[in-house]
């Protein structure tokens, strides 16, 4: 069995759309073709003994003093799971992330969602309900666009010790937080109000 990851964005967008496609609801195209047109989210694929099998999209926060990484998207194609693609996409997202020298990695999910909360459980994630950060929950939803998500999944690079959800208070601090709006704007807001083909006039 061999399982090679690659970078891939732009260029692969139709692939990425395939196995995000083939794995979840479907409005979840726009957010990662907004994402990935924009330059703002940088994508993974997953082969396996020559087939496409999975898909990985991330970006980098440039927060300060901390620089952030948020895994956007995870997704394997149903007759590959299992087969640990789906940690190999989170590692080779992760290994990327901190060659751009992020401090914290980030992920969102469904209380739901056990295959992503064992995989991060066992990446040394601390996983935290998201209702229970006060207002720290509504820059966390911003931050990942994990609206529908009601799990927060946190890490510091190279500690697997338990992290106490303060360390991301930094995150609510200016400029930060108008960092944090804007990219919000572009990735979330923007791309659900073309998506409601809302009147903003």
């Not at 099998?53 to 926060?61: A, D, E, K, L, N």
């Not at 996409?89 to 751009?100: A, G, H, K, R, T």
């Not at 500690?159 to 108008?178: E, I, M, Q, V």
Request: net charge negative; with cysteine; aromatic share 10%.
């Amino acid at each position: 069995m061999l399982l090679e990851v690659f970078e891939c964005s732009k260029e692969c967008v139709d692939v990425i759309d395939e196995v995000i496609y083939s794995a979840m609801e479907h409005y979840h195209i726009r957010y990662v073709n907004a994402c990935l047109g924009l330059g703002i989210c940088r994508g993974l694929v997953a082969v396996l003994n020559g087939n496409v099998c999975g898909v990985g999209v991330y970006y980098v926060v440039e927060s300060y003093p901390h620089k952030v990484g948020i895994h956007y998207y995870v997704a394997v194609k149903a007759e590959f799971r299992g087969m640990g693609v789906g940690k190999a996409l989170i590692s080779s997202m992760e290994e990327l992330m901190s060659s751009d020298h992020v401090s914290i990695y980030l992920a969102t999910a469904k209380s739901g969602n056990e295959v992503i909360k064992s995989i991060l459980s066992r990446l040394g994630y601390i996983e935290v309900p998201l209702n229970s950060l006060g207002r720290l929950s509504d820059v966390v939803k911003k931050l990942t666009c994990g609206y529908d998500d009601d799990l927060l999944f946190m890490r510091f690079y190279n500690n697997l010790n338990k992290l106490p959800t303060s360390a991301l208070d930094f995150l609510t601090a200016h400029p930060n937080s108008d960092l944090i709006n804007k990219l919000w704007r572009k990735l979330c807001y923007d791309v659900w109000r073309n998506t409601q083909n809302i009147d903003v006039t």
